[in-house]
């Protein structure tokens, strides 16, 4: 009985504790949303953020902080949100229009190389939904495999065992392709390593020094992949694959 009074005094802090935090975080999304409609654009971009420094992110969050800095002609901070938001929710049609909207206004206009045709497919196909998404299709055709496979083993009727065993690989293939595409779009957001040029222009240099030679010039807004580190710089790729150095202080990782 001692034991599960001193459990309960332990946990009940905690659950008051989280549900304090909770509320906080939605009186300051309200908050930033209030701001926002108001046209406190500049509040409501700290009221969003300081969200995020609590460590709630959500694609709704990063959406309206991209269209707060929209508003305050902030492109690169605006396209940077759009793309966190994007990259949690990628089947959002709302997200995807102001993206390429933001990517409008920016001045780099970089002509991508085109991805070969398999991997576009299969980005576009995986990109229809989220990985929770496609983690819950997988396991209801999951489910439904199991009870197909059920209805094989014990029903007397020809018929139905037939039916029962074919749509059970039909729906065990399928299970196998939405794992897939829920680990597609798992390792997008966890091993994530884009980013966006924050400062005006910045040149790219040959070599991690400041003394190398300029290679080119990029300006705010432009997406980067970034491919290894160097003390305080990166080597970092265009959509067009050119390759040079910058300092990380230059973009911000998506």
Request: some cysteine; overall charge positive.
């Given at each position: ?106 001045t780099d206009k970089i002509e991508a190389i085109p991805d ?94 400041d003394n190398s030679n300029d290679l080119f010039i990029l ?20 959509a067009d694959g050119s390759k040079g150095w910058l300092l ?7």
């Open positions: 009985m001692k034991r599960i009074v001193i459990i309960l005094f332990i946990i009940y802090p905690l659950a008051i504790f989280a549900k304090v935090a909770t509320q906080n975080v939605d009186s300051l999304f309200v908050a930033a949303n209030k701001f926002y409609s108001s046209g406190k654009y500049t509040e409501a971009v700290q009221h969003y953020e300081a969200i995020i420094a609590k460590g709630k992110v959500s694609p709704e969050l990063y959406f309206n902080l991209g269209n707060a800095y929209f508003k305050l002609n902030d492109m690169a901070h605006a396209i940077l949100n759009y793309e966190r938001a994007y990259l949690l929710n990628p089947s959002d049609d709302d997200i995807k229009f102001n993206l390429e909207l933001a990517r409008t206004y920016t070969f045709f398999v991997t576009k497919w299969i980005n576009q196909l995986s990109n229809l939904f989220s990985s929770n998404t496609w983690a819950l299709l997988a396991l209801l055709s999951f489910i439904i495999t199991l009870v197909l496979l059920s209805l094989f083993q014990f029903s007397g009727r020809y018929q139905i065992k037939k039916n029962s065993f074919w749509f059970s690989w039909v729906l065990g293939a399928l299970f196998i392709v939405f794992i897939l595409f829920s680990n597609v779009q798992k390792n997008r957001v966890v091993n994530s390593n884009h980013a966006i040029i924050t400062t005006s222009s910045v040149a790219v240099k040959s070599s991690p020094s300006h705010a807004g432009t997406k980067v992949e970034t491919l290894r580190n160097v003390g305080d710089w990166c080597e970092i790729k265009i990380k202080s230059n973009f911000e990782k998506i």
